[in-house]
């Protein structure tokens, strides 16, 4: 579909992962760098333009790709609804609809999960539509809380209840939204008085509150790993040649 575009988010420090000339995104998973695969991912489903929201350690994320992508600079990092904000400034005004992803734990999505989110969202008329996932250990993520089996809040850990830290059903950052709902409500989110950054699971609570149609469509048990830390990119890269040697068997 040519109204369709991509954002990635890969404006992060990563601090975690005590780096100081490279972006984490940058780092292999398999045979590629890690953003590499969410990128050739997009492509091939023949989504443009895919823009990339790059800050620390810019060039290292810039040099992968050639004049095909778009970039965004996030000079001061304020959270993932501030990257998305920068992003939307490049973004042509033909894109009707637009994927929201991490540049840094994407590489274990499919076109069947992508084109399923955009099918849903299409027929649907969903302003949001992200994916969600079911893991054995959601510690440290949000909680996706439904209610007649329609999501209605998504719950941080530190904010959840101890019935509500029982759920696995989580969100992984993997979002759908309309351009116009975006461009509409991109200055509405809140600062966050603990981090003083602005996230996009508020556009979520936004949505919800102002009744559009939000969906959270599942994808069962999917490997997926988040990467932070170096633990969890060697984590990553054991799912990653399991799956692969899945794929090839």
């Known amino acids: 579909m040519n109204n369709v575009g991509a954002i990635i988010l890969a404006a992060g420090k990563g601090s975690r992962m005590n780096s100081k000339n490279t ?15 969410v990128v050739n991912l997009l492509e091939n489903m023949k989504l443009f333009p895919i823009v990339i929201v790059v800050g620390f350690a810019k060039e290292s994320v810039k040099s992968l790709f050639d004049k095909k992508i778009l970039f965004a600079d996030q000079t001061k990092r304020l959270g ?8 939307l400034e490049v973004i042509p005004g033909n894109i009707s609809h637009v994927f929201i992803l991490n540049g840094d734990d994407s590489a274990f999505y499919t076109p069947d999960i992508l084109s399923k989110l955009l099918n849903e969202h299409i027929k649907n008329k ?9 893991v054995k250990n959601p510690h440290g993520l949000g909680r996706v809380i439904r209610a007649g ?12 209840s101890a019935k509500e830290r029982k759920i696995d059903e989580i969100n992984p950052a993997c979002y759908l939204f309309s351009v116009d709902f975006l461009r509409k409500f991109i200055n509405k989110v809140p600062r966050s008085k603990v981090t003083k950054e602005y996230y996009l699971t508020s ?23 988040g990467v932070n830390t170096g633990d969890e990119l060697r984590e990553a890269e054991k799912l990653f040649t399991k799956t692969m040697q899945k794929a090839s068997a």
């Open 23 to 37: 972006n984490k995104v940058t780092y292999k998973l398999g045979d590629k760098p890690m953003i590499m695969h």
């Open 80 to 87: 993932t609804a501030h990257a998305a904000k920068k992003a």
């Open 126 to 134: 969903n302003m949001i539509t992200f994916l969600t996932l079911h």
């Open 149 to 160: 089996g329609k999501v209605v809040a998504i719950v941080e850990e530190k904010d959840a």
């Open 203 to 225: 556009l979520l609570e936004i949505a919800i509150n102002k009744k559009y149609k939000i969906e959270g469509i599942k994808g069962g048990r999917i490997p997926w790993r």
